[in-house]
C-alpha cells in the first residue's frame, strides 16, 4: 500500500521560507504525477505545483515566483519550498500521488502557520 | 478558463439520493476527479476518470458528466457520507494546471 509522509516546519515568520519533504513508499515513485496542494484553515484546496511523470515541473502562475518543487529520486522523496512567505500561506500542505487527472494518494499534511 | 464551479452545500435524508455538480469550460477536456474530506482529515479519492471508483469506495457513489458539467451521485447516503466533497480537472490553459472547486458540504440527515 503506497504511503506518503510528510514533514517540516509548522511555524514561520514572515519573509521566511517555508520548507517541505514528502516521502513515497509501498509503491512505484517515478512515472506518476507527484504534487503538492494547500488548504487554508476552513477554506477550500488550491494545486500548488508538481512534478510529471517526465521530471516536469509545473507550478501555479500566481505562485511561480516563489515556489520551487523538486525531486530526488534516489531517496523517493519530493520537495516543495515557497519563498517569502505571508499570512496568506498559512494553510495545511498536502503531498500527493497520482496520475495525470486525479490524486490518488494524499500525504497526513502539516499545518503551516506563518505569524510574527 | 481555470475556474470549477459547485454549490456550497446540499443536504441529504438518510438512505437518500443527493447529487453534487461542477462546472466548467475544463471538463469539456478532461473528466472531473472527485475527493470527500471529512473534518480534520485529508481528502480521499473516491470517483475519476469517465468510470473509476478506487477500490474499498462503496458502489453508493458514482460520477457522470454533461458537457461542462459533472456530476457525481451518492445513491442511499449513509451518515459517514457527511463531508466536504471537491471537484477537480486538468485546466484546459497553458501549462494544463489542476483546478479544484469551492467544496460542497453534504449534510445527512
Known amino acids: 500500500q503506497v504511503q506518503l509522509h510528510q514533514w517540516g516546519a509548522g511555524l514561520l515568520k514572515p519573509s521566511e521560507t517555508l520548507a517541505l519533504t514528502c516521502t513515497v513508499s509501498g509503491g512505484p515513485f517515478s512515472g506518476l504525477y507527484l504534487t503538492w496542494i494547500r488548504q487554508p484553515p476552513g477554506k477550500g484546496l488550491e494545486w500548488i505545483g508538481e512534478v510529471t511523470y517526465d521530471g516536469s515541473v509545473n507550478v501555479k502562475s500566481s505562485l511561480k515566483s516563489r515556489v520551487t518543487i523538486s525531486v530526488d529520486t534516489s531517496k523517493n522523496q519530493f520537495s516543495l519550498k515557497v519563498n517569502s512567505v505571508t499570512a496568506a500561506d498559512t494553510a495545511i500542505y498536502y503531498c500527493?500521488?497520482?496520475?495525470?487527472?486525479?490524486?490518488?494518494?494524499w500525504g497526513q499534511g502539516t499545518l503551516v502557520t506563518v505569524s510574527s | 478558463s481555470s475556474e470549477l464551479t459547485q454549490g456550497p452545500a446540499v443536504s441529504v435524508a438518510l438512505g437518500q439520493t443527493v447529487r453534487i455538480t461542477c462546472q466548467g469550460d475544463s471538463l469539456r477536456s478532461d473528466y472531473a476527479s472527485w475527493y470527500q474530506q471529512k473534518a480534520g482529515q485529508a481528502p480521499i479519492l473516491v470517483f475519476f476518470?469517465?468510470?473509476n471508483r478506487p477500490s474499498g469506495i462503496p458502489d453508493r457513489f458514482s460520477a457522470s458528466s454533461s458537457g461542462t458539467i459533472s456530476f457525481l451521485t451518492i445513491t442511499g447516503a449513509q451518515a459517514e457520507d457527511e463531508a466536504d466533497f471537491y471537484c477537480s480537472c486538468r485546466d484546459n490553459s497553458h501549462n494544463h494546471p489542476v483546478v479544484f472547486g469551492g467544496g460542497t458540504r453534504v449534510t445527512v440527515l
Open positions: 500527493a500521488r497520482g496520475g495525470h487527472s486525479f490524486i490518488a494518494t
Open positions: 476518470g469517465k468510470d
